[in-house]
């Protein structure tokens, strides 16, 4: 038989603080990729591996947030606790592999539409291996149309974002972005939950196994919450990041080129020092004077 499902048990909390996280991993996220464009290779890993972690982290956060208003009415809800994990894995590293292949080949052409595509499949990837580690009396069943148009809201989303990382154009573009991802990743969330129905057994009971809501929450919350809250203390450690700066420019124009050297300035002549004297017009510097013999003494 048909379950009733619920996905607002808190009213509207659980969707504004699951979109709040989703703007929080999006803006840092995004941040440190903006900033990864900016820097020698040398430290561009680092800043991409941090961003990547933050959106990732992020997104994973938004899922959960929400899924605290979810419930299935007769039917307790349990959660496998390394299915419920390796969604956040899944996410960090199909994330990552978008965000350095933007990071490297650049925010246009081939590179962005492959580094979008596959942050937006991590995305989608992530809430659906979520959603079967959830255990209960039941099954779940999903409109196949339903899901296909969460999937592109993901992509379409993530591309997006990763653009607007790579234009370097200051503090507000980059907020501006993460609204636009935190608001696509929340209907992502709500879109492929449309696509959903529930079958229930009927046995009278959920699955011994597994873990429940509140026994989850503390892990689920308090880590990733914690690197946000470091990773948004990094970012606000680089006044370049938060504030912006109009010689930013890009240590690479297009694919393969290095960073370009600064431009040299011109040497300074010496001061003279406190043997020599100056010279000027009518004098001859100690260079080219004649040595002094006894006949011109």
């Known amino acids: 038989m048909h379950g009733t499902v619920d996905g607002f048990g808190y009213g509207l909390v659980t969707p504004l603080v699951a979109c709040l996280m989703a703007c929080l991993g999006g803006a840092l996220g995004l941040r440190c990729t903006t900033r990864a464009l900016l820097v020698a290779h040398c ?10 972690a933050a959106i990732g982290s992020g997104i994973w956060t938004t899922h959960f947030v929400a899924m605290m208003g979810f419930t299935v009415q007769g039917a307790p809800i349990h959660y496998d606790r390394p299915t419920t994990y390796a969604s956040l894995a899944v996410a960090i590293v199909m994330v990552g592999v978008g965000v350095f292949i933007v990071g490297y080949k650049g925010a246009t052409g081939s590179a962005l539409f492959t580094g979008g595509t596959v942050t937006g499949l991590g995305v989608a990837s992530m809430h659906y291996l979520g959603m079967a580690g959830m255990q209960f009396d039941g099954t779940f069943e999903y409109n196949t149309l339903t899901v296909a148009a969460s999937v592109v809201v993901a992509v379409v989303a993530a591309t997006a974002a990763l653009w607007a990382a790579g234009q370097v154009r200051g503090f507000l573009w980059s907020v501006g972005a993460s609204l636009v991802m935190g608001l696509a990743v929340s209907g992502m969330h709500y879109t492929g939950m449309a696509a959903l129905s529930v079958h229930l057994h009927g046995t009278g009971g959920g699955p011994a196994t597994g873990e429940s809501p509140a026994a989850l929450l503390a892990p689920m919350l308090i880590g990733p919450l914690a690197f946000l809250v470091l990773a948004g203390a990094v970012v606000l450690l680089d006044p370049l990041m938060v504030m912006g700066h109009k010689d930013w420019v890009p ?7 290095p960073a370009r050297a600064p431009a040299a300035r011109p040497a300074r002549r010496p001061a003279p020092g ?17 040595p002094r013999t006894p006949q011109n003494r």
């Open 43 to 52: 430290w561009r890993p680092g800043w991409l591996a941090l961003g990547s």
């Open 251 to 257: 240590v690479a124009h297009e694919p393969g080129v």
């Open 274 to 290: 406190p043997g020599h004297a100056a010279t000027g017009p009518g004098r001859r510097s100690p260079a080219s004077r004649s």
